[in-house]
């Protein structure tokens, strides 16, 4: 049974930082690649970011690029999401996410997801 784990999502200030994390167990994504999404309270689901397990290529959504960087240990099968200088309007629960084949931020061709993980940024 796949499993994605997140963890690290709180409360914060505006302009402050947080790390989420993702543990992955009963599946690895080496042909595929592991990301991040969230949803906001009366929004649909939108891309954050991802990241190829193959190369450790990254694929951003324009609205975290210089904010946010995404990683991975191979070793632990775990996905980091690293989010800087916070807005209030990142305010939403993020969601991981797995999928077997290719890098992109479409949610139809993730087949797994933890969770989520709630991230709430005050001003």
């Known amino acids: 049974q796949v499993q994605l784990a997140e963890s690290g999502g709180g409360l914060v200030q505006a302009g402050g930082s947080l790390r989420l994390s993702c543990a992955a167990s009963?599946?690895?994504?080496?042909?595929?690649?592991m990301g991040w999404f969230r949803q906001a309270p009366g929004k649909g689901r939108e891309f954050v970011a991802a990241?190829?397990?193959?190369?450790?290529?990254?694929l951003y959504a324009d609205f975290v690029k210089g904010r946010f960087t995404i990683s991975r240990d191979n070793a632990k099968n775990t996905v980091f999401l690293q989010m800087n200088s916070l807005r209030p309007e990142d305010t939403a629960v993020y969601y991981c996410?797995?999928?077997?084949?290719?890098?992109?931020?479409?949610?139809?061709?993730?087949?797994?997801w933890g969770q989520g993980t709630q991230v709430t940024v005050s001003s």
């Open positions: 990241i190829r397990w193959s190369d450790d290529r990254p």
């Open positions: 996410a797995g999928r077997d084949y290719g890098l992109g931020s479409l949610a139809t061709y993730y087949h797994y």
């Open positions: 009963g599946r690895t994504f080496s042909d595929g690649s």
